[in-house]
């Protein structure tokens, strides 16, 4: 059967992309900026996954104030780089995998989540960065990926405790897959940061750090943390975070740590990223 083998979180900041993209790498104040996603690169190399469920959120590429899925899933064949406003990303396009993607769909929206099914999907930064962050500059992406993206834009987002349990939807349509799949869960988007207003530029690192260790040692912590302390504390785009909390949930219970990195500044946000793996016991059958 399918199996989920690991998550993983990282930030995914559209100027990180365009240093990238620029070749500015090795720049001093990139340098540790992408240092920091050495180690995750040599375990992709070594755990040779073969989906990436990867929950991101769009900014106003494929959906606008017209159209505001609170949860949609890309089932299609292919989905392009988005063009954000200067051209789109020359990066890979993201191939799917419509069988497991359509699997997931039923079976979530059987378990009671509403999925919005998309067929035909153009991917922004929010889901083309975390794929270089973590596979580097490659010609081709080594993964098949299933997009699911959360609105985080426009109020009312869901609640973390929503976007768990949509997690665990997701590892119960995985485990009933009968293919022999190795599967990953990735939230992107956050840590803390603010774009606009008076606050524009704040960073906690004290509150960033602290949720980071939730995520091992006390995760039903922030499964209920109400989303007024993601806006106060970690700034109108630090509700991006509840996104993570979808990969938490599709890991189980118990997990082992197994990579940390967190660095600041990146353009005015919060670098954070996290690997995680489920214990043993969360993965039998």
């Known amino acids: 059967m399918a199996r989920i083998t690991a998550g993983i979180t990282t930030s995914h900041i559209p100027a990180v992309g365009a240093a990238l993209d620029g070749g500015r790498v090795g720049e001093d104040y990139w340098r540790p900026v992408f240092d920091g ?4 690169k040599r375990f992709q190399r070594d755990e040779r996954p073969d989906v990436v469920v990867l929950v991101y959120n769009d900014h106003a590429s494929a959906f606008d104030a017209n159209l505001i899925p609170t949860f949609a899933i890309g089932c299609g064949e292919r989905f392009r780089p988005a063009d954000e406003g200067w051209g789109a990303r020359a990066v890979p396009v993201v191939e799917g995998h419509p ?13 009671e989540f509403d999925l919005t099914i998309i067929n035909e999907l153009e991917v922004d930064h929010g889901l083309t960065v975390p794929m270089s962050l973590i596979f580097g500059q490659v010609p081709a992406w080594p993964v098949k990926v299933i997009p699911l993206a959360v609105n985080v834009v426009t109020y009312p987002p869901p609640s973390g405790n929503r976007c768990w349990a949509l997690g665990e939807a997701i590892a119960r349509a995985v ?7 190795n599967v990953q869960v990735w939230g992107t988007g956050g840590m803390s940061h603010q774009l606009q207003g008076p606050r ?27 989303h007024i302390e993601y ?21 189980g219970e118990h997990v082992t740590e197994l990579h940390r990195f967190y660095h600041v500044p990146a353009s005015n946000t919060a670098v954070g990223h996290i690997v995680l793996r489920p214990t043993a016991r969360e993965t039998q059958p």
């Open 175 to 181: 485990a009933s897959f009968p293919e022999d799949l």
């Open 37 to 40: 996603y050495d180690w995750v």
């Open 200 to 226: 524009a530029g704040l960073i906690n690192k004290d509150w960033d750090q602290a949720f980071l260790d939730k995520l091992t040692r006390d995760p039903a912590a922030l499964r209920y943390l109400p």
């Open 231 to 251: 806006l106060r504390e970690a700034g109108s785009e630090g509700i991006e975070l509840v996104m993570w909390l979808v990969m938490r949930g599709a890991l």
């Open 99 to 111: 069988d497991l993607a359509w699997h997931i769909a039923q079976s979530c929206i059987l378990d």
